[in-house]
């Protein structure tokens, strides 16, 4: 079992708040993911919100390269200290580092608060905005996706230039772990790889350029098909690469990427089975999204997402940050469910992507739905939780 990646059982640590909900009432969520900007200056073919930033969506209903307004963005945080919350997922959208006033938003969060916070980046933006010592300081974790084992496949698949390529990420990185070591902090400093039949065959290079470097972790998992992708030719909507890809190409790789990282290594192998076992769900077995009311997106449209999968699509939002507080937002129960039973019930997850986000957690979820009225159940959760808590790392961000 992953100790930093199991959403299932991290949602038994928050017991209280699953029992709560359960019981009618709206607690606060457990992780806020938020994007302090839509705009990224890499062109990441993969990227799960590609149609609010890629050039070949401009023009849609979704292209939006917004970045959240300094006021907002104050008010927001200011907001969320004093709410129940117990981590911010820094992230995007585009690349959340390309809003000059992160920096100073993550500072005041961690000066003012217990909320945990943790970001997903590029990478590429920390040297221009001085962020080593105030992310090293502030941030529980930070994951630096790179996708590739050398400097040419880099720098070609996600489009970068002088300021924002391999050699300026690959120095970002030395450069945190230089800081983190200074200071004596205590962040988990990972990397991620997203696995792609344009990169799969360097799986092997991206595991011994990381085996030297000293991060924490190397996280692989698999691409995942957005909805927003062009899917009309198939007959049964959206269709995930095939399973043979990840059986007789993918795995073997995995495997020896393993032995050379060791304890290093760590893969979301839940998604990869999902992808392999059922395709004609994908591990979609749940009838309500769940999850999603415990981990919302804040886009840098200013708009309350129901989740990080939803983004740029205003239908699934509760509301809009530029326009009222997030605890009015938050603490509408009625549209909220209204947008739910949409999402739920009228359209059955057919306009939701595969795995996404709260697909994990929802996979919980609904098992404990469905068993809750079972005495003593959970007596029994909360015993096993008491282990989870002990065992996992990063709980709250789930």
């Known amino acids: 079992m992953s100790q930093i ?6 949602i038994l640590c928050h017991l209280d708040k699953v029992e709560s909900y359960f019981n009618n009432k709206n607690p606060d969520p457990i992780t806020i993911e938020i994007d302090p900007s839509n705009s990224c200056n890499h062109s990441c073919p993969f990227c799960i919100s590609g149609h609010l930033h890629l050039q070949k969506y401009k023009g849609t209903e979704f292209f939006n390269r917004t970045i959240l307004e300094k006021e907002c963005f104050e008010k ?29 938003a993550i500072a005041y969060i961690k000066n003012n608060s217990n909320i945990e916070m943790g970001m997903f980046t590029n990478g590429s933006m920390l040297k221009k905005f001085d962020l080593f010592e105030t992310f090293s300081k502030s941030l529980s974790w930070i ?14 698949l996600r489009k970068t230039n002088n300021s924002n390529n391999f050699k300026v990420v690959i120095e970002n990185i030395k450069k945190l772990i230089e800081t983190k070591k200074k ?7 990972g990397v991620g790889f997203v696995v792609t039949k344009d990169n799969y065959t360097e799986i092997k290079k991206f595991s011994k350029l990381f085996k030297e470097i000293e991060v924490d972790y190397c996280q692989f998992k698999p691409e995942i098909i957005q909805i927003e992708r062009d899917h009309k030719n198939s007959p049964h909507g959206l269709v995930q690469v095939e399973p043979d890809f990840w059986l007789k190409k993918v795995i073997d790789l995995l495997n020896e990427a393993k032995n050379i990282l060791g304890e290093k290594f760590e893969c979301n192998s839940y998604k990869i089975e999902d992808l392999i076992v059922d395709i004609n769900n994908y591990g979609r077995n749940y009838k309500e999204c769940i999850g999603s009311q415990f981990q919302p997106c804040i886009g840098a449209d200013g708009y309350v997402y129901v989740c990080t999968n939803h983004r740029g699509h205003k239908k699934y939002s509760y509301g809009n940050i530029y326009e009222k507080s997030f605890k ?10 209204r947008v739910m039973n949409i999402i739920n019930n009228d359209e059955k997850f057919s306009k939701c992507t595969h795995l996404c986000k709260p697909h994990e957690s929802n996979k919980m979820l609904w098992s404990i739905k469905n068993n809750m009225n079972q005495e003593d159940y959970f007596k ?6 008491i282990n989870l808590n002990k065992t996992l790392k990063h709980i709250n961000f789930i």
Not at 143 to 156: F, H, L, M, Q
Not at 183 to 189: A, D, L, R
Not at 328 to 337: D, F, L, Q
Request: proline share 4%; no cysteine; glycine share 8%.
């Open 5 to 10: 990646f199991n959403p299932q059982q991290k």
């Open 183 to 189: 200071i004596k902090s205590k962040i988990v400093i």
């Open 76 to 104: 927001l945080i200011k907001e969320l200290v004093t709410t129940n919350i117990q981590a911010i997922n820094w992230t995007g959208g585009g690349e959340p580092t390309m809003n000059p006033y992160l920096g100073k």
């Open 328 to 337: 009015e937002i938050w603490g509408n129960i009625v549209e909220k469910r």
């Open 143 to 156: 994951r630096v996706s790179i996708d590739a084992g050398e400097e040419k496949t880099y720098n070609d």
């Open 380 to 385: 029994e959760l909360r015993e096993k939780s």
